[in-house]
T-cell receptor
Framework: AQSVAQPEDQVNVAEGNPLTVKCTYS??????LFWYVQYPNRGLQFLLK??????LVKGSYGFEAEFNKSQTSFHLKKPSALVSDSALYFC??????????????FGSGTQLTVLP | DSGVTQTPKHLITATGQRVTLRCSPR?????VYWYQQSLDQGLQFLIQ???????AKGNILERFSAQQFPDLHSELNLSSLELGDSALYFC?????????????FGPGTRLLVL
């Protein structure tokens, strides 16, 4: 069974500092990996995804993520955090099987707080 | 704005009742997914429809059912509601044909069962 883990429930970072939100996965095969962000009382917004190719993926709002197959990780990063980045971040995984169901399996979420 | 709409935004009902949540996917998207977000279970996949047909089932209770109509909108029916069904229910949509497609989420329906 596929699974994804976000080992940190909470990450605090000062505004202007780099931020990292960690994600590791456990799947057989080559996964598709996603990051979503959820602001209070809002739906999930897509940030970026890794399908294949370059291990460094750039997404919305200056976020990027690095796919590391040997460490089975897909950490979300941003060089300089903004207070407005404070939100709940979810990592998700899906297996790339043609014709299969395409549901996402989500991690437990990481609450990012950027301190002014 | 993702282009996925969900109604109603909020729903308050009593135990034992039945409710229907509605989702309209992005224009052109054939797949619709339903997810439940609760404090104790996190974000869980419930069910997927593709072009009117059920494609996959997750941890969906037998009291819950869904369908996708010819115009591609979907409804999630929750019956014999229990207190534990209180949660945020999300609908997402994707094109449904390509690999690695992104799921775009609606704003959710917050259900409170009293």
């Amino acid at each position: 069974a596929q699974s994804v883990a976000q080992p940190e429930d909470q990450v605090n970072v000062a505004e202007g500092n780099p931020l990292t939100v960690k994600c590791t996965y456990s799947v057989s095969g080559n996964p598709y990996l996603f990051w979503y962000v959820q602001y209070p009382n809002r739906g999930l917004q897509f940030l970026l995804k890794y399908i294949t190719g370059d291990n460094l993926v750039k997404g919305s709002y200056g976020f990027e993520a690095e796919f590391n197959k040997s460490q089975t990780s897909f950490h979300l990063k941003k060089p300089s955090a903004l207070v407005s980045d404070s939100a709940l971040y979810f990592c998700a995984v899906r297996l790339p099987l043609l014709g299969s169901a395409r549901q996402l399996t989500f991690g437990s979420g990481t609450q990012l707080t950027v301190l002014p | 704005d993702s282009g996925v709409t969900q109604t109603p935004k909020h729903l308050i009902t009593a135990t034992g009742q039945r409710v229907t949540l509605r989702c309209s996917p992005r224009s052109g998207d054939l797949s619709v997914y339903w997810y439940q977000q609760s404090l104790d279970q996190g974000l869980q996949f419930l069910i997927q429809y593709y072009n009117g047909e059920e494609r996959a089932k997750g941890n969906i209770l037998e009291r819950f059912s869904a369908q996708q109509f010819p115009d591609l909108h979907s409804e999630l029916n929750l019956s014999s509601l229990e207190l534990g069904d209180s949660a945020l229910y999300f609908c997402a949509s994707s094109g449904g044909a390509g690999e690695g497609e992104t799921q775009y989420f609606g704003p959710g329906t917050r259900l409170l069962v009293l």
